[in-house]
């Protein structure tokens, strides 16, 4: 069993950044792929990143590639990070951390078995 809780959003301007966390309990942690996703009102849940068991291969969505940045600390905290920079508009969503084993399913929503609550964050002048 794997607890996700995410934490860190909020309101910011265009071009503003925000740091996202995810802290993970259960023993587990270290074994499992982590992903962010993030879904707006009406819309179906995107993939924005995800980060190996290890945190040495990463994967990001095109939208978000060049801005934004996943990380994890395994032997410390348990916690998986997403560096949001150059914040867009198009950004506003509930962002949700998530983890699965099926590394090669990382970016479909359907192969992740523990999900977080969801953070809001809203990029608005």
């Known amino acids: 069993q794997v607890q996700l809780v995410e934490s860190g959003g909020g309101l910011v301007q265009p071009g503003g950044s925000l740091r996202l966390s995810c802290a993970a309990s259960?023993?587990?942690?270290?074994?499992?792929?982590m992903g962010w996703f993030r879904q707006a009102p009406g819309k179906e849940r995107d993939f924005v990143a995800a980060?190996?068991?290890?945190?040495?291969?990463?994967?990001y969505a095109d939208s978000v590639k060049g801005r934004f940045t996943i990380s994890r600390d395994n032997a410390n905290r348990d916690t998986v990070y997403l560096q949001m920079n150059s914040l867009k508009p198009e950004d506003t969503s509930v962002y949700y951390c998530?983890?699965?084993?099926?590394?090669?399913?990382?970016?479909?929503?359907?192969?992740?078995?523990?999900w977080g609550q969801g953070t809001q964050v809203t990029v608005s002048s």
């Open positions: 998530a983890a699965t084993l099926n590394l090669a399913n990382r970016r479909n929503s359907a192969a992740y078995d523990y």
């Open positions: 259960g023993r587990t942690f270290s074994r499992y792929t």
């Open positions: 980060i190996s068991w290890s945190g040495g291969i990463t994967y």
